[in-house]
């Protein structure tokens, strides 16, 4: 399940994946359905772990641009065990308006960082 059009273009050929894509008020910036109808659909399906992106973190704080996608990403990570932060390293050492995290949900520390390549990082949400 995504509200990402980009997450879904990527998965939409494999046959191993059943895909379910979140409708809504659709944002080209960055490609996401986020508004009521996202939320409402978000709320009514089980999830198993959660992959959000972040526009900053900062002193353990991590953050997004837009509110609509915030709330969007508090719902999602409310709903899970396994939550997963994705940002690259450009990320670091910022701020934004909304915190995806939401109240609540325990923030990273830099041992949970695992980095892939020298851009990004993945950071789990225990």
């Known amino acids: 399940m995504t509200n990402s059009l980009s997450a879904f273009s990527l998965l939409e050929a494999r046959e191993d994946c059943e895909l379910c894509l979140v409708g809504g008020m659709y944002r080209r910036r960055t490609a996401a359905f986020v508004g009521p ?15 959000i992106g972040a526009n900053g973190i900062l002193d353990g704080d991590v953050s997004t641009s837009n ?23 450009s990320r670091i050492g ?3 308006i909304c915190p995806p995290a939401g109240a609540g ?7 949970q960082i695992t980095l892939s390549n020298k851009d990004e990082a993945i950071l789990r949400y225990d």
Do not use: H, W
């Open 67 to 89: 509110m609509d996608e915030g709330r969007i990403q508090q719902l999602a990570f409310s709903k899970v065990d396994t939550r997963y932060l994705i940002a690259d390293s």
């Open 105 to 111: 949900v325990p923030l990273y520390n830099d041992a």
């Open 94 to 96: 910022r701020r934004y």
């Open 37 to 51: 109808t996202a939320e409402d659909t978000l709320r009514a399906l089980g999830i198993d772990a959660a992959f």
